[in-house]
């Protein structure tokens, strides 16, 4: 079965960084496109960044120039590097993939910005 795995959340001070992984298993990670979301308390969860198998990438505008998303193939694991980090940032962050028409997701990892 799919599964995906994040890691690497934590309690961070403004202005700081943060490097999340995505851990996946039980796909063809190469061809996958991969993304990240995430929920902040009380909110919706919103889209953050993608990285398709030609490692083009896109990001949601409040991220833009702060947050790098990449992958490595041959350990089947996608990262968001996230930088000059806010307290908006704080959220719980989601690895989420889709194969078949199916939609996937991991469990989640906790990222906190103190002010």
């Known amino acids: 079965q799919v599964q995906l795995v994040e890691s690497g959340g934590g309690l961070v001070q403004a202005g700081g960084s943060l490097r999340l992984s995505c851990a996946a298993s039980g796909i063809m990670f190469s061809v996958n496109t991969m993304a990240w979301f995430r929920q902040p308390p009380g909110k919706q969860r919103e889209w953050v960044a993608l990285?398709?198998?030609?490692?083009?990438?896109m990001y949601a505008d409040s991220v833009k120039g702060r947050f790098t998303i990449s992958r490595d193939n041959a350990k089947n694991t996608m990262y968001l590097q996230m930088n000059s980090l806010k307290p908006e940032d704080t959220a719980v962050y989601y690895c989420?993939?889709?194969?078949?028409?199916?939609?996937?997701w991991g469990q989640g990892t906790q990222v906190t910005v103190s002010s």
């Open positions: 990285i398709n198998s030609d490692s083009v990438t």
């Open positions: 989420h993939t889709n194969r078949r028409g199916s939609l996937y």
